[in-house]
């Protein structure tokens, strides 16, 4: 029998606040982490985004901490402004339960307000870069932190905070507890979690099987790179399609096609990227949501805090670096039981690289079908024409299969759901004795 929150551990109070958000039975890396941090251990977690993570360490965290504990006592540090939002809004009924405060610490918004709110929190949910301003104004300091997060660790590597990240975290006492949780443990990420933690549990989480989980049909398409234009505006142009993300390289990339699709009547797109504000992003966000917007053109890096329903199509205009990165962004389609689309566009110097990428996802047959590449030099030759729709007749030679749950399919991952997890000891851990090495 699968034990409850209640059996992990987690106070009454909180129990309740999950029950009323609807979360009765914790997710699998809820079981399997809570418990550790409650018993006051270092955690290593490898876990995927959508796992339930957040609630992994929310829950638990807020338990160990008291009301009248010095502030803040918890730091917990994100690599983007979407996903210290993000983190805020599933841990703030959890907090509100044990009469606790938590604060967002991000740029973009007026910094004195935000240190004034930081400065009293008892969780601090913090990017690198505007901690560290707040820290050098004197505005608050860490030398009360318990208990340090570092949440999608190997992207804030990937994102270059390492210098940052390890000034912060040398503030910190070493008598504190250590959450570190990755998409990988292995390479520079493993080896920051070492220097960061003592004698720690380790967890590798996988997505479990979802028999609702919706199947995605991925597609390659090889063409020109004056074709890339035109063949995004044709699939754009589908009827069929939905709610649609595009992904590109650059913040100046996304403006600049944003400006080019919407010379057309039937699209309404807007970009997010870095280089807005973060009221900016939050309306782009919000537009997308409410169907204002049909597609969305962003970065990597603006990304990482989509969770938008019912999107239906993913279309890569420019290569994702990496298999990592393929699957994030393809993974915001294809859930909750809905059907999606991926689209990869395929120029020829690229065309080696993704069927790399194709081929370590198991889509190595849904690749060979989408053709030869296009010539390097064929700058003039006519895109692809291909169709985005979901229909059961015969697709022409731009098409791959669809992927679901055979060999060679592949299924995008479980939809992150933000649940709510904690101990209800109410310990301040005020006399820790934990050494450090």
């Known amino acids: 029998m699968s034990k409850s929150f209640a059996d992990l551990g987690v106070s009454k109070p909180v129990v309740n606040a999950l029950t009323q958000r609807g979360f009765e039975a914790p997710f699998a890396v809820q079981r399997q982490v809570i418990e550790d941090v409650l018993d006051d251990r270092d955690v290593l977690v490898q876990s995927p985004t959508g796992s339930g993570k957040t609630l992994a360490f929310g829950v638990p965290l807020v338990d160990l901490i008291a009301a009248d504990s010095r502030r803040p006592s918890a730091l917990i540090l994100a690599p983007t402004r979407e996903l210290a939002s993000q983190i805020v809004d599933e841990m703030d009924a959890i907090c509100k339960a044990r009469a606790l405060s938590i604060a967002p610490v991000y740029g973009g918004v007026g910094i004195q307000a935000q240190a004034k709110r930081a400065a009293r929190a008892h969780i601090v949910v913090a990017c690198p870069g505007r901690l560290e301003d707040l820290l050098q104004r004197r505005s608050f300091t860490l030398d009360h932190v318990e208990h340090l997060v570092l949440d999608e660790a190997d992207r804030m590597l990937d994102m270059g905070f390492k210098p940052a990240v390890d000034r912060i ?13 990755s998409a990988t443990l292995e390479g520079a990420a493993g080896k920051l979690a070492d220097a960061y933690t003592h004698h720690p549990v380790t967890h590798v989480t996988k997505p479990a099987p979802d028999k609702n989980q919706g199947k995605v049909e991925h597609r390659f398409i090889h063409l020109s790179h004056e074709a890339k234009v035109t063949s995004l505006l044709h699939e754009l142009e589908n009827s069929e399609r939905g709610r649609t993300l595009v992904f590109v390289r650059t913040k100046h ?16 797109a807007a970009a997010m990227h870095g280089n807005k504000s973060q009221n900016q992003r939050q309306r ?22 989509i969770d ?79 169709r985005s729709s979901r229909s059961s007749g015969p697709r022409n030679n731009g098409s791959g299969g669809s992927s679901g749950n055979g060999n060679g399919k592949r299924k995008s991952g ?24």
């Open 414 to 437: 479980n939809r992150g759901s933000g649940q709510y997890s904690k101990q209800g000891k109410g310990k301040s851990n005020g006399n820790r004795t934990r050494s450090r090495g």
């Open 284 to 305: 782009a966000l919000a537009d997308f949501e409410s169907g204002k917007v049909d597609t969305l053109v962003a970065t990597d890096v603006a990304a990482r805090g």
């Open 169 to 181: 975290v040398k503030k910190i006492h070493n008598n504190r507890q250590t959450l570190f949780f």
């Open 253 to 268: 990339g996304a403006d600049r096609l944003v400006k080019k699709l919407s010379r057309s009547p039937q699209i309404r």
């Open 308 to 386: 938008v329903a019912d999107v239906t199509h993913v279309i890569n205009y420019d290569m994702p670096e990496d298999q990592d990165t393929f699957v994030h962004r393809v993974g915001r389609t294809g859930r909750a039981g809905a059907d999606g689309i991926g689209i990869s566009f395929v120029l020829a110097d690229q065309a080696r690289d993704m069927q790399k990428i194709a081929k370590s996802l198991g889509l190595s047959h849904e690749y060979e079908q989408s053709g030869a590449p296009v010539s390097i030099h064929s700058e003039t030759t006519t895109p692809r024409r291909n």
